[in-house]
């Protein structure tokens, strides 16, 4: 079996609990997530699904090192990034992103889906041939090639959930890219003044 991309193995999280916190002193720790173990392989997709409050966010914090673990391992590519320090962490960067619940705060209004795509390839020194990338990165997400012309507004809900994913990852060296089944919804035309 192949090398997953992700090992974790009996991973915990324990932030302050501020609801409990005395008027003197720290706040007492609540344990978000209690000895998770799990592998996820290389390109499959993975869905994690609970009540809200019940870790989600803080799991994807923490697999992408936003947050340190209290305890536990987690492997990424082979290579133990539990603990590494912000600088050790720099060049891992470009392959540990999050991509937000909500596309729409994920997508700048101010820029078209062209340069939100670009940006991430251009901090990463990928910015040759842009616009052929960024083609290929719609093309991906079953978004036509004249979306890179539009702005957030200018999309659906599906539209902006695929962009989203786009503006993210296309920096992934040996990503198996999102793919959408379904076909982008019609976006909502602007409205003349």
């Known amino acids: 079996m192949a090398e997953p991309l992700f090992s974790v193995r009996g991973l915990k999280v324990a932030l302050p609990d501020m ?27 993975t869905g994690i699904v609970g009540e809200s409050g019940s870790g ?18 987690i492997s990424f590519e082979g290579r133990d990034i539990s603990h590494l320090s912000e600088a050790e962490l720099r060049p891992l960067r470009r392959d540990l992103q999050m991509i937000f619940q909500d596309p729409m705060s994920s997508l700048n209004p101010r820029h078209t889906i062209f340069n939100i795509i670009a940006a991430p ?50 920096c992934r060296r040996n990503s198996s890219w999102p793919m959408r089944s379904s076909r982008a919804s019609t976006c909502r035309r602007r409205r003349k003044s």
């Open 121 to 170: 390839l251009r901090q990463n020194g990928l910015g040759d041939e842009l616009k052929e990338r960024v083609a290929e990165a719609l093309q991906r997400v079953g978004l036509p090639q004249n979306f890179a012309s539009r702005y957030r507004h200018e999309l659906s809900g599906a539209s902006a959930s695929a962009s989203a994913s786009r503006g993210r990852w296309p």
């Open 19 to 45: 609801t409990r916190k005395p008027l003197i002193g720290r706040a007492p720790l609540a344990e978000i997530l209690k000895g998770l173990d799990f592998d996820l392989p290389k390109g499959s997709v």
């Open 56 to 73: 989600k966010s803080t799991l994807g914090r923490a697999l992408v090192r936003l947050i340190e673990p209290s305890a536990g391992a």
